[in-house]
């Protein structure tokens, strides 16, 4: 049980670890794009809907696709690296009960 416990933990770990990876590579890019045409906006912006569509959106509607992308790349990458902190408490948590 103890080893199923870690393997399935470590390979859970490893795949979202991965996942992160590549989405990372993604929002670089898009990142890159932004910076190239100058488009500015605070983190606060990309947590809040309403002030990007009022703010910065109007401001820059020919890149509207390429802040939507890295917004949602975004969010989608800190879900995923609260998933990992979670897959690496529940290892410990593993570790300290078979311990």
Known sequence: MFTFLIVLVWGL???MLFL????????FKVYKT?????VE????????QKKMEEEVIPKYPHME???RIFVSHI????????VL?????LFGAILMYYR
């Open 13 to 15: 770990f490893g795949a």
């Open 20 to 27: 992160n990876i590549y989405f990372r590579v993604k929002v």
């Open 34 to 38: 932004l910076v190239q045409n100058e």
């Open 41 to 48: 906006f605070g983190a606060s912006h990309l947590f809040n």
């Open 65 to 67: 696709e390429e802040i």
């Open 75 to 82: 969010q989608y990458s800190m879900q995923m690296a609260t």
């Open 85 to 89: 902190i979670a897959l690496i408490t």
